[in-house]
């Protein structure tokens, strides 16, 4: 599921490429890269300007810039701005005959032929040059065309996807599932360190157009299954689920792409329940979801609540949005604001006439990462973290779920036996009154990854600023609480609930030798 608001001004093209004709998709893409038709070829070509105005649905800007007859101008046009091209030089470029025996290409009937889907380039984490396919007006970026109010539109790649795509663990694994595909960009992901792959989705559409951003970017393929949830795949397990569901809590299921079609948030609390059974041991599970702050409720206790048994879970809200703000997102989202007002006004009383009914006073958005873990007590962390990060945080999840096997293998008397470092890109900052002579507090903060901060006292600075991996922790503190003049037998006894937080928000690390 993509965030994308675009035009809805042409009917949903019934015809896609052919799928089962990967020889052409080889030759198409083939094409595209001579022509540069890539990430990078975009940006060098557009310019910053233009290319961010493009990511906005702005197309003015690209179409002054693409005005020469280049290759890769000619591309552009024809793929990302649905500008129809002539025969003769989209010739010059593409396989033409092949294109069109493929599908990929629609001739016009004015001499000129057209890109039958949207075709997006998109880099790779490892600098892979990628293509996305979407429906015509439907990759963000896209130009005219049909908007996301359309039912069984099949939408490219949004914020909410290249979130997931970051934030998802990416170690080598056996079998992965990407459940509710798309326009295929987590499976897309996936196969790069997956042996088997899965995609799902209840829209057949989704699943032939993932077929064709695989072939397109010259990726192993799927084995694709239609259905809802789990139910394609009954009670295989895998090492790695994915999903961007459709998490918009609506009235009723209006479109396939954002709507649930469940009653409040229990589509993404029915998606997280039912993953813990179809979890290899050690196996991540990684959505997006929103769910209901309700009046009288806390939050994260409701989705707590939906952690299945035997499993580790993360939760982090990102964001929350008053019923309102939430309504006018959706609305603006399908088109809806620029269609009938009266039809516009009735939707949106509809919309708060539910929430209000269930005592919806708002909507959070977040990440939930789940890990099975069936032979230990589960830990289960929920945080609101609104505060910016850096992506990718793959290796950042999976490492917090390595520091909750080591706490709950040690106990306070080994935490003082242990041996640390501290994190690399931790900085101390000094807080006080200019000219103080002492600080008011002292904040340790990361630069990497979720760029946490946090207060320590004397003792927790000075703890960390010394942990090179040389020292035990218990003799660091020794020797601490002979600088201060306090009682070591004290010191130790008050300090490792401070080095557990420190371990447990990334701020300490135990020491690899």
Request: aromatic share 6%; hydrophobic share 40%; charged share 20%.
């Amino acid at each position: 599921m993509g965030r994308v608001s675009t035009s809805r001004s042409a009917s949903l093209s019934l015809n896609l490429p052919n799928g089962d004709r990967g020889d052409i998709a080889v030759r198409l893409r083939e094409a595209l890269l001579a022509a540069e038709f890539t990430a990078d070829g975009l940006l060098d070509l557009l310019g910053a300007p233009a290319y961010a105005a493009l990511a906005r649905s702005e197309t003015v800007p690209a179409l002054r810039v693409t005005r020469g007859d280049s290759a890769l101008e000619t591309l552009v046009r024809l793929f990302l701005l649905q500008q129809p091209a002539p025969r003769g030089r989209v010739a010059e470029v593409l396989p033409l005959d092949a294109c069109l025996e493929g599908g990929w290409l629609v001739a016009t009937g004015s001499g000129e032929v057209a890109a039958a889907v949207d075709v997006r380039p998109y880099g790779g984490p490892g600098g892979e040059d990628w293509y996305i396919v979407s429906d015509l007006g439907c990759a963000v970026g896209g130009a005219g065309g049909i908007g996301s109010g359309a039912e069984g539109v099949v939408l490219g790649v949004g914020g909410a996807s290249t979130t997931l795509a970051g934030i998802t663990v990416r170690t080598p694994l056996d079998s992965a599932l990407d459940l509710g595909t798309g326009s295929g960009i987590q499976a897309l992901h996936a196969a790069q360190h997956a042996t088997r792959l899965t995609a799902t989705d209840l829209n057949p559409r989704a699943l032939e157009i993932t077929r064709l951003t695989l072939a397109l970017s010259g990726a192993p393929e799927a084995e694709l299954l239609e259905g809802s949830l789990f139910e394609p795949v009954a009670n295989r397990t895998y090492d790695l689920i994915v999903s961007n569901p459709p998490f918009v809590i609506s009235p009723g299921a209006r479109l396939t792409y954002r709507d649930g079609g469940m009653s409040g948030d229990d589509l993404c609390r029915t998606l997280v329940q039912q993953a813990g059974a179809r979890l290899n041991e050690r196996g991540y599970a990684q959505f997006l979801a929103n769910w209901q702050h309700v009046e009288g409720e806390d939050w994260t206790e409701r989705v707590r609540s939906w952690v299945p048994a035997g499993c580790d879970a993360w939760i982090v809200q990102r964001e929350v949005q008053d019923i309102t703000q939430y309504v006018e997102l959706w609305l603006r989202d399908a088109g809806d604001h620029l269609a009938d007002p009266a039809a516009y006004a009735q939707r949106y009383d509809a919309w708060l006439e539910e929430f209000e009914a269930r005592r919806t006073k708002a909507v959070g958005f977040g990440w939930i990462t789940l890990r099975r873990n069936g032979t230990a007590e589960p830990s289960v962390t929920v945080e609101d973290w609104p505060h910016p990060v850096e992506q990718p945080l793959g290796d950042t999840v999976h490492a917090h779920f390595m520091r909750q096997d080591y706490l709950r293998a040690h106990d306070d008397a080994a935490l003082l036996e242990a041996h640390f470092e501290l994190a690399a890109e931790v900085v101390q900052e000094q807080v006080g009154l200019p000219g103080a002579e002492d600080p008011e507090h002292v904040v340790l903060r990361q630069h990497r990854g979720m760029r946490r901060a946090t207060k320590v006292d004397t003792v927790g600075a000075g703890f960390a600023g010394v942990c090179d991996g040389t020292l035990s922790a218990g003799r660091i503190l020794d020797a601490i609480a002979q600088l201060m003049g306090e009682d070591p037998v004290l010191l130790r006894d008050r300090t490792p609930a401070q080095i557990r937080l420190l371990v447990e928000q990334g701020f300490l690390e135990p020491a690899s030798g």
